[in-house]
């Protein structure tokens, strides 16, 4: 059975970092692109940033570009997001997502659970 | 960026109905274009990819259709389970820039 569990978030101040992380299991993690997607409080889902199953080709929403610094680790079957200069903008919960794969670029077939980041002072 | 529109923002309905979806894009994004459902406090689902191919495991009274711009996704026999809200997704996006659209509440009447 495929599982991504989150974990990481928490209560940070503006100007903070967080690092959350993403165990994958059920599943040969080294072959599958990964992806972040956030959905702020009572708002809809928007797509953070992607990893290519080797960590060729890595892409960022232009929101967060700068700040957040995508990576994996395919021994640990882990994703991990490093979150810096937060704002208040970024509460929302954070889920890690698995490409589809087969071609099928931007298709996310698996979810996590989701971990809540509240940047707040 | 590529835009994604869809309406209604919510809608009531009641078990059994025949219920569409729509959802439109900025611009052509060929077949690019994928349905989640997402009930409250739970993750998103995948239920439909490439605008009509349905993902392994949802049941076939889901059904996607449309090509370039407008896309809708149709639950032909509404059952309790499926009240949730709706989102479309494009894929097309060459920069990885993968958009949702705001989403379509789906209530009971």
């Known amino acids: 059975e495929v599982q991504l569990v989150e974990s990481g978030g928490g209560l940070v101040q503006p100007g903070g970092s967080l690092r959350l992380s993403c165990a994958a299991s059920?599943?040969?993690?080294?072959?599958?692109?990964m992806n972040w997607v956030r959905q702020a409080p009572g708002k809809g889902l928007e797509w953070v940033s992607y990893?290519?199953?080797?960590?060729?080709?890595?892409h960022y929403a232009e929101s967060v570009k700068g700040r957040f610094t995508i990576s994996r680790d395919n021994a640990k079957n882990s994703l991990y997001l490093q979150m810096n200069s937060l704002r208040a903008e970024d509460t929302a919960v954070y889920y890690c997502?698995?490409?589809?794969?087969?071609?099928?670029?931007?298709?996310?077939?698996?979810w996590g659970q989701g971990t809540l980041v509240t940047v707040s002072s | 960026d590529i835009q994604m529109t869809q309406s209604p923002s919510s809608l009531s309905a009641s078990v059994g109905d025949r219920v569409t979806f729509t959802c439109r894009a900025s611009?052509?994004?060929?077949?690019?274009l994928n349905w989640y459902q997402q009930k409250p406090g739970k993750a998103p689902k995948l239920l439909i990819y490439?605008?009509?191919s349905l993902q392994s495991g949802v049941p076939s009274r889901f059904s996607g259709s449309g090509s370039g711009t407008d896309f809708t996704l149709t639950i032909s026999s509404l059952q309790p389970e499926d009240f949730a809200t709706y989102y479309c997704?494009?894929?097309?996006?060459?920069?990885?820039?993968?958009?949702f659209g705001q989403g379509t509440k789906l209530e009971i009447k």
């Open positions: 997502a698995r490409g589809k794969g087969s071609g099928t670029y931007g298709v996310f077939d698996y």
């Open positions: 990893i290519s199953s080797s960590v060729s080709n890595i």
């Open positions: 611009q052509s994004i060929s077949s690019y």
């Open positions: 997704q494009q894929s097309y996006s060459t920069s990885f820039m993968y958009t």
């Open positions: 059920g599943f040969t993690f080294s072959s599958y692109e």
């Open positions: 490439a605008a009509s």
